[in-house]
């Protein structure tokens, strides 16, 4: 059985920092590729970050030079740094891993930016 299990969400205010874990169970998490994507309220679901199972990343353009994603194939997980962060940040962020003919989506985390 394949599991994604997001952690490190929570509440920030504008400015700070957060860490985001994906650990991932049941795949050969070093043959995937792994992604973050955000959700905010009455929004479509948007790229934020992907790693090629090489490790080469690629941002949108909305987070460049704050977020920073990586991943440890020893420990099956995914992780996203993400600094200078903004209310509009604001989002559900979940994690996804793909390869040919496989895609896998984890439950969610809540991210919230305020003061």
């Known amino acids: 059985q394949v599991k994604l299990v997001e952690s490190g969400g929570g509440l920030v205010q504008p400015g700070g920092s957060l860490r985001l874990s994906c650990a991932t169970s049941g795949i050969s998490f070093s043959f995937y590729a792994m992604g973050w994507y955000r959700q905010a309220p009455g929004k479509q679901r948007e790229l934020v970050a992907t790693?090629?199972?090489?490790?080469?990343?690629n941002y949108a353009d909305s987070v460049k030079g704050r977020f920073t994603i990586s991943r440890d194939n020893a420990k099956n997980t995914g992780y996203l740094q993400m600094n200078s962060l903004k209310p509009e940040d604001t989002a559900v962020y979940y994690c996804n891993v793909a390869s040919p003919g496989s895609d896998y989506w984890g439950q969610g985390t809540q991210v919230t930016v305020s003061s």
């Open positions: 790693i090629t199972n090489h490790g080469r990343p």
